[in-house]
């Protein structure tokens, strides 16, 4: 953890050095207790970091921004851990970090040491690395039964009165008071300072006696904050079971008596959420106070209970927020539905590793802006509601801000935390894009200029070594199909027919590899960011736009470095022969799906381009075909698109996008390229291949769909992928030909998450992809975007030769860790895009009032579940509120499905699939969080639907739909 210049002044003979010898003992990973000794070396001449020190050496170079006179601040441990936005603050500086803290940060969390090493080296906060654990002055021995805390916290106590009176007790003629000051929150270690001598204070203490700024009160994280919403009424006081010690937790997972997974939230119901056990492949249902404080994302150790203490999801929806559609399919998942069976059920015990974060959200709207404690809403609706104290009350009200939590006691309802930052205004559209990217860990800061100098110069061009290198594939009628307005361009095709017969064909993906080597700064940060990330408004890319836009994009009429999969196949589409070639190439055309299927449609376009564009189409049928009889799965999740004005890009229409043959050439094409690929690497790297596995779904997973179905007369067999496929092809319903797409939306959710793998840690019949009926898969289409991908050209080039492999790529436990980073940023990116659009969409139905038809996908015991197919948009209706007085009587049937409400002496029956029209507008009075909102309009139910001769503000009309009930 020394910067350069510190290690300089290190550099001296052994003989300015005292050995000290250190032993212990370790156990290692398989259970074997093992003895290390350590070599322990102090030194008399460690600087103490002070600018106008006479006695210390004077360190060389640049690097290191020396303490100033003034205060001067000791930080422990344990405020580097939970103070850090205190210590980020642009008021906090001069800051002496001792190496006892920085090693024991490092230790404890990977995220923190990060961010105060990101202060270290940054000269303008002058935080300065005092190696107290190397000084001859200030090294201390562990004394006989103390802890390893308890010794910590003394040789904090030592070095800050020695650098204390190291630095006061000499002449250095600076006009200003200098003094050492000792950060603890810890009561016990600040009494032990004082009685030393130790000038100390904590946190809170040293902000209301020196904080010259007053928002930095607010960033100071509490240990407790009152509870009660006013005047001492304890609104919020609730008794949750005391958690469990660690070692307890640790020892009872162990026995079997406790089970450890990840604990997710309901979006639904704030009540309710689950526990994923993954090395069982299954979940736990946890319920009211026995989620017992654990939050989003948080490794829990949860308590079965007996089976006679089951229960089934209450199936009861709380919110009334519509959303679009995600884009998705058999590859990209969603949360499975819940079942109406009863099924594990248990209790939070303890928990084992927080994953708390920086919350976007606003303040509850409140007249009393003046009271400090505030109750935060975060954006995100599986989080609860956090208690702040902050002196801002009414300058953050209408504010997107940032939250931290910082403790969650058992008597409080609400968690407590403290204010880091604003944002911006709520409703602005740059703000709101910010809170997409915030909480969904997109990182979209610009690339460094580090990253930036490994990019080649502009003009490029072809170089002659590379030319004698690769396959030149220039005279080839290669061209790329893609959407409107792509310019990272990954892949193109070819087709042309042989003389033997046989016909050729091509994929051919950019060498994003050739540009990218390991130990770049531009493979660090790819490694870190893993994907791009399209948004409704703008794209955050993974590489630098002279890579993604530029020199690796596969323009037209550009000659480009490519990796290429070459097989010859008989016009039946049955592979003769495969071959991976880098190559360059020089596409004849960069075409959209719309470009390409009117050349295919086009009788008289007889060009030799377009006979291979319909000879590929031709074959893509074939694979297609091929596919379904073998089990894959064609399902459907809608992908909306927005037309933007071009000047202030607002969205001013929105459409669910329409797939054409060519959407389907293309993707045959990639799926066939990333099989065959994947068959090679995990031949030859058998322990470290980078391979997409997508898990068989568990039985209960179908039920829903199988309910839904057998409600409309359809009989669904889920026995198999192939059965299930078959199922799906076979499945209409006279005068509702929409219903087969509803049912394939329907099982898109029944999937498992699809994800990224090392080869090495799985057994080959764990490597399937069910969606894709294929017993191997892998990405090699898409590494301008995927940095997946490029780890597998990487893989692929040293399996032919083409390059060498590097120690890292050879390391089973370096790519799982690269494989687990991967699988968390393609999920937050898909949320992302999700939450953009759903923005946009709010801004497009602002000030619009739509009628439009629908469908029921889901029956719920106070609601059902809507889908808009003309605009993707799916959200519940609500049935079991009114204002009048004559109150609905629900009645929920969970085995048809069905929601029988009766109102007004009449009954209206809700099944699933049925048609229903629906009004769309825009809830603008939650402005903590605004929705799109969803209307009944037929059915005519007294006190649920509105109006049906309302106006609404487009040419919409509102009309009965056919078959409604």
Same mark, same amino acid.
Request: overall charge neutral; hydrophobic content about 40%; aromatic content about 6%.
């Given at each position: 953890?020394?910067?350069?210049? !510190?290690?300089?002044?290190?550099?001296?003979?052994?003989?300015?050095?005292?050995?000290?010898?250190?032993?212990?003992?370790?156990?290692?990973?398989?259970?074997?207790?093992?003895?290390?000794?350590?070599?322990?070396?102090?030194?008399?001449?460690?600087?103490?970091?002070?600018?106008?020190?006479?006695?210390?050496?004077?360190?060389?170079?640049?690097?290191?921004?020396?303490?100033?006179?003034?205060?001067?601040?000791?930080?422990?441990?344990?405020?580097?851990?939970?103070?850090?936005?205190?210590?980020?603050?642009?008021?906090?500086?001069?800051?002496?970090?001792?190496?006892?803290?920085?090693?024991?940060?490092?230790?404890? $969390?990977?995220?923190?040491?990060?961010?105060?090493?990101?202060?270290?080296?940054?000269?303008?906060?002058?935080?300065?690395?005092?190696?107290?654990?190397?000084?001859?002055?200030?090294?201390?021995?562990?004394?006989?039964?103390?802890?390893?805390?308890?010794?910590?916290?003394?040789?904090?106590?030592?070095?800050?009165?020695?650098?204390?009176?190291?630095?006061?007790?000499?002449?250095?003629?600076?006009?200003?008071?200098?003094?050492?000051?000792?950060?603890?929150?810890?009561?016990? #270690?600040?009494?032990?300072?004082?009685?030393?001598?130790?000038?100390?204070?904590?946190?809170?203490?040293?902000?209301?006696?020196?904080?010259?700024?007053?928002?930095?009160?607010?960033?100071?994280?509490?240990?407790?904050?009152?509870?009660?919403?006013?005047?001492?009424?304890?609104?919020?006081?609730?008794?949750?079971?005391?958690?469990?010690?660690?070692?307890?937790?640790? &020892?009872?997972?162990?026995?079997?008596?406790?089970?450890?997974?990840?604990?997710?939230?309901?979006?639904?119901?704030?009540?309710?959420?689950?526990?994923?056990?993954?090395?069982?492949?299954?979940?736990?249902?946890?319920?009211?106070?026995?989620?017992?404080?654990?939050?989003?994302?948080?490794?829990?150790?949860?308590?079965?209970?007996?089976?006679?203490?089951?229960?089934?999801?209450?199936?009861?929806?709380?919110?009334?927020?519509?959303?679009?559609?995600?884009?998705?399919?058999?590859?990209?998942?969603?949360?499975?539905? $819940?079942?109406?069976?009863?099924?594990?059920?248990?209790?939070?015990?303890?928990?084992?590793?927080?994953?708390?974060?920086?919350?976007?959200?606003?303040?509850?709207?409140?007249?009393?802006?003046? #009271?400090?404690?505030?109750?935060?809403?975060?954006?995100?609706?599986?989080?609860?509601?956090?208690?702040?104290?902050?002196?801002?009350?009414?300058?953050?009200?209408?504010?997107?801000?940032?939250?931290?939590?910082?403790?969650?006691?058992?008597?409080?309802?609400?968690? !407590?935390?403290?204010?880091?930052?604003?944002?911006?205004?709520?409703?602005?559209?740059?703000?709101?894009?910010?809170?997409?990217?915030?909480?969904?860990?997109?990182?979209?800061?610009?690339?460094?200029?580090?990253?930036?100098?490994?990019?080649?110069?502009?003009?490029?061009?072809?170089?002659?070594?590379?030319?004698?290198?690769?396959?030149?594939?220039?005279?080839?009628?290669?061209?790329?199909?893609?959407?409107?307005?792509?310019?990272?361009?990954?892949?193109?095709?070819?087709? &042309?027919?042989?003389? #033997?017969?046989?016909?050729?064909?091509?994929?051919?993906?950019?060498?994003?590899?050739?540009?990218?080597?390991?130990?770049?700064?531009?493979?660090?940060?790819?490694?870190?960011?893993?994907?791009?990330?399209?948004?409704?408004?703008?794209?955050?890319?993974?590489?630098?736009?002279?890579? $993604?836009?530029?020199?690796?994009?596969?323009?037209?009429?550009?000659?480009?470095?490519?990796?290429?999969?070459?097989? !010859?196949?008989?016009?039946?589409?049955?592979?003769?022969?495969?071959?991976?070639?880098?190559?360059?190439?020089?596409?004849?055309?960069?075409?959209?799906?719309?470009?390409?299927?009117?050349?295919?449609?086009?009788?008289?376009?007889?060009?030799?381009?377009?006979?291979?564009?319909?000879?590929?189409?031709?074959?893509?049928?074939?694979?297609?075909?091929?596919?379904?009889?073998?089990?894959?799965?064609?399902?459907?999740?809608?992908?909306?698109?927005?037309?933007?004005?071009?000047?202030?890009?607002?969205?001013?229409?929105?459409?669910?996008?329409?797939?054409?043959?060519?959407?389907?050439?293309?993707?045959?094409?990639?799926?066939?390229?990333?099989?065959?690929?994947?068959?090679?690497?995990?031949?030859?790297?058998?322990?470290?291949?980078?391979?997409?596995?997508?898990?068989?779904?568990?039985?209960?997973?179908?039920?829903?769909?199988?309910?839904?179905?057998?409600?409309?007369?359809?009989?669904?067999?889920?026995?198999?992928?192939?059965?299930?496929?078959?199922?799906?092809?076979?499945? $209409?319903?006279?005068?509702?030909?929409?219903?087969?797409?509803?049912?394939?939306?329907?099982?898109?959710?029944?999937?498992?998450?699809?994800?990224?793998?090392?080869?090495?840690?799985?057994?080959?019949?764990?490597?399937?992809?069910?969606?894709?009926?294929?017993?191997?898969?892998?990405?090699?289409?898409?590494?301008?975007? &995927?940095?997946?991908?490029?780890?597998?050209?990487?893989?692929?080039?040293?399996?032919?030769?083409?390059?060498?492999?590097?120690?890292?790529?050879?390391?089973?436990?370096?790519?799982?860790?690269?494989?687990?980073?991967?699988?968390?940023?393609?999920?937050?990116?898909?949320?992302?895009?999700?939450?953009?659009?759903?923005?946009?969409?709010?801004?497009?139905?602002?000030?619009?009032?739509?009628?439009?038809?629908?469908?029921?996908?889901?029956?719920?015991? #106070?609601?059902?579940?809507?889908?808009?197919?003309?605009?993707?948009?799916?959200?519940?209706?609500?049935?079991?509120?009114?204002?009048?007085?004559?109150?609905?009587?629900?009645?929920?049937?969970?085995?048809?499905?069905?929601?029988?409400?009766?109102?007004?002496?009449?009954?209206?029956?809700?099944?699933?699939?049925?048609?229903?029209?629906?009004?769309?507008?825009?809830?603008?009075?939650?402005?903590?969080?605004?929705?799109?909102?969803?209307?009944?309009?037929?059915?005519?139910?007294?006190?649920?639907?509105?109006?049906?001769?309302?106006?609404?503000?487009?040419?919409?009309?509102?009309?009965?739909?056919?078959?409604?009930?």
């Amino acid at each position: 953890f020394f910067l350069p210049a !510190q290690r300089e002044i290190l550099h001296v003979p052994l003989s300015a050095a005292m050995l000290k010898a250190k032993s212990f003992s370790k156990k290692t990973k398989k259970g074997k207790v093992v003895t290390v000794h350590r070599e322990h070396y102090l030194r008399d001449d460690i600087v103490c970091g002070f600018a106008l020190c006479s006695l210390c050496p004077k360190p060389q170079g640049g690097e290191v921004a020396l303490l100033q006179p003034g205060l001067i601040l000791v930080p422990d441990t344990n405020v580097v851990l939970h103070q850090l936005d205190f210590l980020e603050h642009k008021a906090v500086s001069n800051v002496a970090v001792l190496s006892t803290v920085l090693e024991e940060v490092k230790n404890q $969390s990977g995220q923190v040491y990060k961010r105060l090493r990101s202060l270290i080296a940054n000269t303008s906060k002058h935080f300065f690395v005092f190696v107290n654990e190397h000084s001859r002055d200030t090294y201390v021995t562990a004394e006989a039964g103390e802890s390893p805390n308890d010794r910590n916290d003394r040789a904090i106590r030592v070095a800050s009165k020695w650098l204390h009176e190291h630095i006061t007790g000499q002449e250095h003629g600076s006009a200003e008071e200098t003094s050492v000051i000792m950060l603890t929150n810890d009561k016990a #270690n600040l009494a032990k300072a004082t009685a030393d001598g130790i000038r100390g204070y904590s946190v809170s203490e040293y902000v209301t006696r020196f904080a010259q700024s007053p928002d930095l009160a607010d960033l100071v994280a509490h240990a407790d904050i009152a509870t009660d919403d006013s005047g001492g009424k304890a609104a919020d006081r609730i008794h949750y079971s005391p958690h469990l010690s660690l070692g307890d937790l640790q &020892r009872g997972v162990k026995a079997g008596k406790y089970l450890q997974g990840v604990f997710h939230a309901s979006r639904e119901n704030s009540k309710e959420g689950f526990v994923l056990i993954r090395q069982q492949d299954q979940s736990v249902l946890v319920q009211g106070l026995h989620m017992n404080r654990a939050v989003e994302g948080d490794v829990v150790a949860v308590e079965l209970f007996g089976a006679d203490a089951w229960s089934a999801p209450t199936d009861v929806v709380e919110t009334d927020e519509a959303r679009t559609l995600v884009e998705g399919g058999a590859d990209d998942t969603v949360t499975p539905l $819940s079942t109406t069976q009863k099924q594990k059920t248990g209790a939070v015990v303890g928990i084992i590793k927080r994953n708390w974060r920086a919350y976007c959200g606003m303040l509850l709207p409140t007249e009393n802006t003046s #009271n400090p404690n505030q109750l935060f809403v975060p954006q995100d609706r599986r989080v609860p509601r956090i208690r702040i104290s902050t002196r801002q009350g009414k300058e953050l009200q209408k504010m997107r801000i940032l939250v931290c939590i910082d403790s969650w006691p058992a008597e409080s309802r609400y968690p !407590q935390g403290h204010f880091v930052r604003v944002i911006g205004e709520a409703g602005d559209r740059e703000t709101e894009t910010e809170v997409v990217l915030l909480e969904h860990d997109v990182p979209f800061e610009p690339f460094s200029q580090k990253v930036l100098g490994e990019m080649p110069s502009l003009p490029w061009s072809i170089s002659p070594e590379e030319v004698a290198k690769r396959r030149d594939l220039r005279d080839l009628l290669i061209c790329s199909i893609d959407p409107p307005g792509c310019t990272d361009i990954d892949d193109a095709l070819h087709a &042309r027919k042989l003389k #033997n017969g046989n016909i050729e064909v091509g994929v051919h993906i950019a060498d994003v590899s050739h540009f990218i080597k390991p130990g770049m700064a531009v493979d660090e940060e790819a490694a870190k960011r893993s994907t791009t990330v399209y948004l409704a408004n703008r794209r955050i890319d993974m590489v630098p736009e002279v890579l $993604s836009s530029n020199l690796c994009s596969l323009r037209g009429g550009e000659e480009r470095y490519a990796f290429s999969v070459i097989w !010859q196949m008989t016009k039946k589409g049955e592979v003769i022969s495969v071959d991976f070639a880098k190559s360059i190439i020089k596409s004849k055309s960069a075409m959209t799906y719309a470009e390409a299927q009117l050349r295919i449609d086009d009788p008289a376009d007889n060009s030799e381009l377009t006979k291979g564009i319909r000879q590929l189409n031709r074959l893509a049928k074939i694979f297609k075909q091929k596919r379904l009889e073998q089990g894959a799965l064609f399902l459907a999740s809608p992908e909306v698109r927005f037309s933007m004005e071009s000047e202030t890009r607002d969205p001013i229409d929105l459409e669910v996008k329409q797939l054409m043959e060519t959407n389907s050439l293309v993707e045959e094409f990639m799926l066939l390229a990333n099989v065959t690929v994947a068959e090679h690497i995990a031949k030859h790297f058998p322990q470290v291949a980078v391979l997409r596995r997508h898990p068989e779904p568990p039985a209960s997973n179908f039920e829903p769909l199988i309910k839904a179905a057998k409600s409309t007369g359809i009989d669904i067999d889920a026995s198999t992928s192939r059965k299930l496929a078959l199922s799906l092809e076979s499945s $209409s319903v006279p005068g509702n030909p929409y219903v087969n797409t509803l049912l394939r939306i329907l099982a898109t959710r029944c999937m498992m998450q699809a994800q990224y793998f090392c080869s090495g840690c799985y057994s080959k019949e764990e490597f399937l992809h069910y969606g894709l009926a294929s017993p191997i898969y892998t990405h090699f289409t898409s590494p301008i975007r &995927r940095y997946a991908d490029l780890l597998v050209h990487r893989l692929l080039a040293a399996a032919i030769g083409a390059d060498k492999t590097n120690a890292d790529m050879l390391e089973k436990d370096k790519v799982s860790a690269l494989c687990d980073n991967m699988n968390w940023r393609h999920r937050m990116a898909q949320h992302a895009a999700r939450a953009s659009t759903d923005l946009h969409c709010l801004i497009f139905f602002k000030n619009k009032v739509l009628v439009e038809e629908a469908y029921v996908i889901r029956v719920r015991k #106070n609601a059902v579940t809507i889908l808009v197919p003309r605009f993707g948009v799916e959200g519940p209706i609500h049935l079991d509120t009114t204002a009048q007085a004559d109150k609905p009587v629900l009645t929920y049937d969970p085995d048809v499905p069905s929601l029988d409400v009766s109102v007004a002496g009449s009954v209206t029956t809700f099944r699933v699939f049925q048609r229903v029209s629906v009004q769309i507008s825009v809830e603008e009075s939650h402005l903590v969080q605004r929705t799109m909102r969803l209307r009944l309009v037929h059915p005519q139910l007294p006190g649920i639907s509105v109006d049906p001769s309302e106006k609404t503000s487009d040419s919409s009309k509102a009309k009965r739909p056919k078959g409604a009930e």
